[in-house]
């Protein structure tokens, strides 16, 4: 894919999204473009929504995978989790395109996309499990 093709593609899905195009805006995306090997279309979207994403997939996913494990274990319930259906869940909710700057906003998302159930004693969770592992 040239230059122009990934510039147009960008721009389309910035269109869909109500994205405005400032002069940040294209200098964040010429940046990228200039590093960029990929060679198709989704391809070049997955690495431009990890471009703009601060946090790696993997600090993603292992957040994620701790938060729900911390979350059964404060809700001190003597019910055997099933952990087996979490990794799928979290590689959908990753490719998906989150592109969450920060772990509350990521956890924040978790909540809202995946299960719908964010509220006041969700956001208190989440505050309470990145204050205890030290994470912003």
């Given at each position: 894919m040239d230059?122009?093709?990934k510039r147009a593609l960008i721009h389309g899905v910035d269109e869909k999204n109500g994205i405005l195009?400032?002069?940040?805006r294209e200098k964040q995306i010429t940046s990228f473009i200039k590093q960029d090997k990929s060679t198709n279309p989704l391809?070049?979207?997955k690495a431009w929504l990890q471009f703009q994403s601060s946090l790696s997939e993997k600090d993603k996913r292992d957040t994620i995978v701790k938060y729900e494990m911390w979350l059964m274990n404060k809700n001190n319930t003597n019910i055997k989790?099933?952990?087996a259906e979490l990794p799928p869940m979290v590689d959908s909710f990753i490719?998906?395109?989150?592109v969450?700057?920060?772990y509350y906003e990521l956890l924040v998302n978790w909540e809202k996309i995946t299960y719908n159930t964010f509220s006041d004693i969700?956001?208190?969770h989440i505050k309470e499990f990145l204050n205890k592992h030290?994470?912003?």
């Open positions: 230059d122009i093709k195009g400032t002069t940040e391809e070049m979207l989790a099933n952990f490719n998906n395109g989150d969450s700057k920060n969700k956001d208190k030290k994470l912003k």
